[in-house]
C-alpha cells in the first residue's frame, strides 16, 4: 500500500444520521468537498479500513464528512478518535515548493555554519508559515526553525535532507 497521507481526524458524531464531524489537517479544507475514497485509520496508519466518502460540507473550522455504511450516530461515534487518510494518488496535487507534513518528517538539518542540527520531528503552523521541530542528539531540548525559503532554503526529499541558515542567535538559543 502506498504511504498514506493523514488529512482529518475524526471529532465526534454530527447529528444522528451518521455524519462525522473532522477536524481538517490539511491546509486547504475544501478538498474534502472532492474526496471520494479514503482509509479511516489510527494515528500511526493502524487498522487502515477503506471507505467511500458519499458526501462532504464545511461547518466553520470543521468538515461534516459521510461515509457509506455510516449511517446513524452510534456507528459515527465509534469512529471518534480515528483519522482520515487518503493515498498519495488521491492526494492534492502540490505547487512547487510545497510538501506533504509527513515527507519532512524524518529529514536531515544540515546548517551551512554547524553542519548536521538534527532530524525533523514534526511541522506545524505558527500564524503565516510553518515550524520545524527539529530533534537534536545528546538530549539537548528540540530546536524550532520556522520553515521559511530565507533559512531553509533547499529541500531534497528523495536524499533526505533540508538545507539551511539559521537565523542569527537561534542555534545559542537552544544552547
Not at 492534492?92 to 515548493?97: G, N, S
Not at 518528517?105 to 554547524?114: E, M, N, P, Q, S
Not at 520545524?132 to 545528546?138: A, G, P, Q, T, V
Amino acid at each position: 500500500m502506498d504511504k498514506l497521507i493523514i488529512i482529518g481526524k475524526i471529532t465526534g458524531a454530527h447529528g444522528v444520521r451518521g455524519e462525522l464531524k473532522v477536524f481538517p489537517l490539511t491546509d486547504d479544507p475544501r478538498r474534502f468537498l472532492k474526496l471520494k475514497e479514503c482509509i479511516i485509520c489510527g494515528q500511526k496508519f493502524e487498522k487502515p479500513e477503506d471507505k467511500v466518502c458519499s458526501s462532504a460540507r464545511i461547518d466553520r473550522d470543521n468538515v461534516l464528512v459521510r461515509l457509506a455504511g455510516v449511517d446513524d450516530r452510534d456507528k459515527a461515534e465509534l469512529l471518534r478518535g480515528r483519522f482520515i487518510a487518503v493515498t498519495r494518488d488521491n492526494a492534492v496535487k502540490l505547487k512547487k515548493d510545497n510538501y506533504f507534513i509527513t515527507d519532512l518528517k524524518g529529514l536531515k538539518v544540515i546548517d551551512d555554519t554547524r553542519g548536521d542540527i538534527g532530524t525533523v520531528t514534526d511541522c506545524f503552523p505558527t500564524g503565516p508559515q510553518f515550524t520545524l521541530e527539529i530533534k537534536r542528539e545528546n538530549k539537548k531540548k528540540d530546536l524550532m526553525l520556522p520553515f521559511v525559503k530565507v533559512y531553509c532554503y533547499e529541500v531534497n526529499i528523495d536524499e533526505g535532507y533540508i538545507k539551511c541558515r539559521l537565523p542569527e542567535g537561534l542555534y545559542e538559543l537552544y544552547e
